[in-house]
């Protein structure tokens, strides 16, 4: 997410403010932007903000690695304190305690998805529907429990020594595969 009026902004790590930031792990309390190296103007000529003083500091994961970078700007009315500093540390902290419980949510969610098509297709295997709805339910829900992006089911025909697969829709045909 990025400073409104701005579009997707890419930094390369080691390389401006907060790319050195991510690069160091050093929390960056600058008073002049334009005075410092680092600071690239390029965001603010085409947004035509102007950014004066910077608070950047590092997030990290439960496991200390630098995750992401938060960065505020152009204190109202004066320059970041060490006060804003331990306050901007807090807020990095809970950032990354918030990055990866989001992190684990969307684990959660894709393994619930996974574990709804499996149970599917298991009621499907053992209720009373016809060969057409069971494959076309086997392979409209197996992508989803193994990551995939679609699923065929080859049956053999063992008096042509071939396999074929239906192809299940209004009208199932049947879809020849030689074997070699």
């Known amino acids: 997410m990025v400073a409104e009026g701005a579009r997707n902004i890419r930094v390369p790590l080691g390389k401006g403010i907060a790319g050195s930031v991510a690069e160091n792990g050093m929390i960056t309390n600058i008073k002049d932007a ?8 390029t ?6 903000y102007q950014t004066k003083t910077i608070l950047c500091g590092p997030i990290r994961d439960q496991s200390d690695n630098i995750v992401g970078v938060l960065q505020v700007i152009n204190k109202k009315d004066s320059t ?8 901007l540390t807090i807020l990095s902290t809970q950032a990354g305690i918030a990055l990866k419980n989001a992190e684990l949510f969307n684990a959660m969610d894709r393994s619930r998805a996974k574990f709804r098509s499996l149970l599917d297709i298991i009621v499907a295997m053992q209720s009373d529907m016809g060969t057409n709805s069971l494959i076309f339910t086997m392979t409209q829900r197996s992508p989803s429990v193994v ?3 679609r699923c065929t089911i080859f049956m053999i025909d063992k008096e042509n020594s ?18 070699t």
């Not at 334009?34 to 103007?41: G, H, I, L």
């Not at 965001?43 to 035509?48: A, C, L, W």
Request: aromatic fraction near 12%; glycine fraction near 4%.
């Open 43 to 48: 965001n603010d000529r085409q947004t035509g």
């Open 80 to 87: 970041f304190s060490d006060l804003d500093s331990e306050m």
């Open 147 to 149: 990551g995939a992006n």
């Open 162 to 179: 071939e396999l074929w697969a239906m192809q299940v829709s209004e009208r199932s045909e049947r879809v020849l595969w030689e074997t």
């Open 34 to 41: 334009y005075s410092d190296e680092r600071f690239d103007a």
